[in-house]
């Protein structure tokens, strides 16, 4: 689906580049809708592991983390193909800082450890 997609929009690039750009946008929410189907696979499956470890704390901060990651990713692309690619770069910077933000426990709670031996 992707590739017939782009094949598409490479057909308005020169005439209605803005075409492109529109049917680039409606093929990525396409594309996370069916994505966000397997959703709920995986959450069962991060279920399954909080009961066998019980770490769901941080079974949920790698949630956190993992959807942090791919909403900056797909912000970022999509102003890289619009052709803001600055504000892409900071897109890309916001996210890094937000998942730095929240692994700060995780690493208060290691650095605990090693001090504890």
């Known amino acids: 689906m992707a590739v017939s997609i782009v094949i598409m929009a490479l057909q308005f690039k020169n005439t209605k580049p803005e075409y492109g750009i ?15 189907g397997r959703l709920s696979e995986i959450i069962d499956s991060i279920n ?5 470890t019980g770490t769901g704390q941080y079974m949920s901060l790698i ?17 890289k193909e619009a052709g803001y690619g600055t504000i892409a770069g900071q897109i890309l910077i916001f996210g890094k800082l937000s998942v730095v933000a929240l692994c700060i426990p995780v690493f208060e709670t290691l650095f605990k450890i090693i001090i504890g031996f």
């Open 22 to 36: 529109y049917m680039g946008l409606a093929g990525v929410m396409v594309i996370a809708a069916f994505s966000l």
């Open 48 to 52: 399954v592991i909080k009961q066998y």
């Open 63 to 79: 949630i956190k983390v993992t959807g942090i990651t791919y909403v900056s990713e797909l912000a970022s692309d999509i102003c």
